[in-house]
Every structure is written in C-alpha cells, then in structure tokens.
C-alpha cells in the first residue's frame, strides 16, 4: 500500500510541475535573455567605447548569448549599437556629524541606439540610469575600495541587461 501511494505523490508532482510550466508558457513568460533581438542585428558593430571596456564585454557578452555575432569591422555589420554616452559617478549620500562620508552612491548611466546597416534608426535613443550605496568604511579602506569595483561591475552588468530588454522589445515590434 505505501509503494503504491508513493507512487501518486510521485506522480502528482510530476503534473503540478507540467501544469505550471503550461500555464508559464501561455501567460507571455520568458526567462530572461531568451527574447530575440531585431533580424538586423545577427552581425552586430558595438561604437561608443573601446573594445576591452567593461561596458564593450558586458554588450559582447549579452549580445553573443541572444545569438548575435559582434564584428570588429564596421563594413560587415548588419547593424550598429551606438554607446553614446557612458557616465559613472560616486556622490556622497551620507555623512555623520563630524562630517566624515558613511556611505556613497555609485551611478552609471548610459545612452544608445540601434541603427540598421542601411541607416535606419531601430532602436532610438535611451537612456538607462542604475546606482547603489555603498557604505565607506575608513578603517576597512582596501575592502571598500574593492566592494565599490564590484558594485562598479554590477551596475555595468545591469545598465546592460536593461538595455538589452529594450533592445529585444524593439526585436518583436
């Protein structure tokens, strides 16, 4: 009797997991990065930054995973993503009342656009704005200045992500 009723957990849980998966899959959701990007951009050129930049590997990286081929080469694009603004900033948020800093806020912020081999604008031009805080401690100076390039890393990983999504969003217009 307990093989048996093993067995129909077993099974109900196979069909709970089959159901919600159906259900998932016809409400629109999608893991992320497994939208498409515009036909235009199978062979991308990334302008606006240099080629071992962070934000130029973040793209590479992101644009390769949704099956994009990034080019070196202007003449063989079939479509150019424009980095044409890249800014970072460390602005103090907080300071106690002796005046020293506690904490920070670290912002990137990035503009582009997509234009086709032939000129015509894919994707116009955006703006995507991250930040966080970080707290500055003056005795643990070495570990915040490590903390505030990893944080540094993340908002060039999440500047890119959201951009990506525009980019796809434009790819089912």
């Given at each position: 009797?307990r093989?048996?009723?093993?067995?129909?957990?077993?099974?109900?849980?196979?069909?709970?997991?089959?159901?919600?998966?159906?259900?998932?899959?016809?409400?629109?959701?999608?893991?992320?990065?497994?939208?498409?990007?515009?036909?235009?951009?199978?062979?991308?050129?990334?302008?606006?930054?240099?080629?071992?930049?962070?934000l130029?590997?973040?793209?590479?990286?992101?644009?390769?995973?949704?099956?994009?081929?990034?080019?070196?080469?202007?003449?063989?694009?079939t479509?150019?993503?424009?980095?044409?603004?890249?800014?970072?900033?460390?602005?103090?948020?907080?300071?106690?009342?002796?005046?020293?800093?506690?904490?920070?806020?670290?912002?990137?912020?990035?503009?582009?656009?997509?234009?086709?081999?032939?000129?015509?604008l894919?994707?116009?031009?955006?703006?995507?704005?991250?930040?966080?805080?970080?707290?500055?401690?003056?005795?643990?100076?070495?570990?915040?200045?490590?903390?505030?390039?990893?944080?540094?890393?993340?908002?060039?990983?999440?500047?890119?992500?959201?951009?990506?999504?525009?980019?796809?969003?434009?790819?089912?217009?």
């Open positions: 009797m093989a048996r009723t093993s067995l129909f957990v077993v099974t109900g849980r196979y069909l709970c997991v089959a159901v919600v998966s159906l259900l998932l899959g016809a409400c629109g959701f999608h893991l992320r990065g497994s939208e498409s990007l515009p036909a235009e951009m199978s062979v991308t050129f990334i302008r606006g930054t240099a080629e071992f930049n962070p130029y590997d973040a793209f590479r990286t992101s644009l390769e995973s949704h099956g994009a081929r990034v080019t070196l080469n202007r003449s063989e694009a479509a150019v993503l424009s980095i044409l603004e890249n800014v970072t900033s460390t602005d103090v948020q907080t300071v106690n009342l002796s005046g020293q800093v506690l904490e920070y806020r670290l912002t990137q912020n990035i503009q582009f656009e997509v234009t086709a081999a032939d000129g015509r894919l994707v116009e031009r955006q703006s995507v704005t991250q930040s966080r805080v970080v707290k500055f401690n003056v005795k643990g100076l070495l570990g915040s200045e490590r903390e505030r390039a990893t944080i540094r890393a993340d908002l060039t990983r999440d500047v890119v992500n959201l951009a990506m999504l525009r980019i796809t969003a434009a790819g089912r217009r």
